[in-house]
């Protein structure tokens, strides 16, 4: 094979991370040449098998050093940005991260003449009370800005194995009496499984998505709170009282949590503001077609993916007697 009829390069930022790594698993199964670039590549080894011999590379970048993400984007053909963080720490900041980082993502991808495709979120809004929400809404215009034909990608909360958010409740429920439901447990998600997502990304990479738009991934079950909580009990096969706390002693809890040197604090001030307001498919994006089903991909269920790695916070793991909770 010359080099003139080599398959496509795609450079994906983040590519170790939990969304990452399905999407380099996707873009390795279309057969495209794949540089991951992450901040520590002697940890990210698990990606190679992923793809063929030598199909998968590891590069250094850190968002923070412009340098670095240039020199990652050299010579590729389109970028994937997935770099986010969901609490600030060390010098790991949103302002940091997802607004700088994601403009040099952006002003690289357009000096290499790649395509791009960024991963932000569903509430991203320069006008939130989150910072993150904020610093989502911010990079969003900076990178249309940069780069007009970019494709923006915001999905609701994701699951799948390496999610935070159903195993981190799962786990609580090993050992908490009760789940704490922040704002009464009222607020709407629309979980989207992290392959819908991965596939979202390659069509993108395929170039089969209208270029220079937004579009919101969510899942087929639009659930509050409690519902999630009910879900995943369900399939843990627990039984677990609820406490409601008011956004005003959640926001007090999460700053005392900051007092403390959580590697992964439990609940951060910040996560409390995003909670008052609902993560799901707007009504526009569904008139617009810019949602899963408009790209052809039907999302598959919670119910249908959840105990496939839930089953681990089980009473007795996969060995629990069906209908039998504890």
């Known amino acids: 094979m010359t080099l003139s009829n080599l398959p496509p390069l795609v450079t994906v930022f983040g590519g170790s991370g939990f969304v990452g790594r399905h999407i380099v698993r996707a873009l390795a199964r279309r057969g495209y040449r794949i540089r991951v670039a992450v901040r520590r590549p002697d940890l990210a080894g698990f990606l190679l098998p992923l793809g063929n011999v030598g199909q998968i590379s590891l590069v250094q970048a850190n968002l923070r050093y412009r340098a670095s993400v240039d020199k990652a984007v050299e010579g590729t053909d389109h970028v994937v940005n997935c770099v986010g963080i969901l609490f600030e720490s060390g010098r790991n900041r949103f302002d940091a991260v997802q607004d700088f980082g994601a403009r040099a993502v952006a002003e690289a991808a357009r000096n290499a003449g790649a395509t791009l495709t960024h991963i932000s979120a569903i509430g991203a809004d320069v006008n939130s009370e989150s910072q993150y929400a904020v610093t989502k809404g911010k990079s969003e215009a900076a990178i249309l800005s940069t780069k007009p034909d970019a494709v923006i990608m915001r999905p609701s909360i994701i699951f799948g194995p390496e999610d935070s958010f159903f195993n981190k409740f799962a786990a609580m429920a090993r050992k908490a009496p009760f789940l704490p439901l922040i704002g009464g447990g009222k ?18 990479v395929d170039g089969k998505l209208a270029r220079g738009k937004i579009y919101e991934l969510g899942g087929r079950e639009v659930l509050s709170f409690r519902e999630c909580m009910e879900v995943m009990l369900t399939t843990v096969e627990r039984r677990r009282g609820f406490l409601s706390l008011p956004f005003g002693v959640a926001s007090l809890l999460a700053g005392l949590m900051s007092l403390v040197p959580f590697i992964k604090p439990p609940l951060t001030g910040d996560q409390v503001k995003l909670l008052k307001k609902d993560n799901v498919v707007s009504e526009a994006a569904r008139a617009e077609g810019r949602t899963l089903e408009a790209m052809g991909i039907t999302p598959v269920t919670l119910e249908s993916i959840l105990p496939s790695y839930l089953v681990q916070y089980r009473p007795h793991g996969q060995f629990t007697g069906a209908g039998k909770e504890a």
């Open 187 to 204: 607020t709407r998600f629309q979980p989207v499984h992290v392959g819908d997502v991965a596939e979202a990304v390659a069509r993108s």
